[in-house]
């Protein structure tokens, strides 16, 4: 699996598990425990702190925690004839 990916405009980066590399603006995937502890998927806001957006749930497999992170995104998005 590639490690970085793009939806809608916005940036998605698979980590071996730390946020810290994130520039601002970006989603992250995360490896818990190299990835035998399942994947998170994260946001590095504008000030730079990080927030976990799938909770206490951890995905198996990334690209599970990849299709997540592009439904946030979509959500996210200003639909058809809306003001951005």
């Known amino acids: 699996m590639k490690r970085y990916h793009?939806?809608?405009?916005r940036d998605i980066v698979l980590t071996g598990?730390?946020?810290r590399d994130l520039a601002p603006g970006q989603f992250g995937v995360l490896a818990i425990d190299g990835g035998?502890?399942?994947w998170s998927v994260v946001h590095k806001g504008p000030d730079g702190e990080?927030?976990?957006l799938n909770?206490?749930?951890h995905?198996?497999?990334?690209e599970d925690?990849?299709?997540f992170a592009?439904?946030?995104i979509e959500m996210l998005a200003p639909q058809e004839g809306e003001a951005s």
């Open 6 to 9: 793009s939806h809608l405009g």
């Open 59 to 62: 995905f198996e497999l990334p």
């Open 50 to 52: 990080v927030v976990e």
């Open 55 to 57: 909770n206490e749930m």
């Open 65 to 67: 925690a990849l299709a």
């Open 36 to 38: 035998a502890g399942g």
């Open 17 to 19: 598990g730390s946020a």
């Open 70 to 72: 592009k439904e946030l």
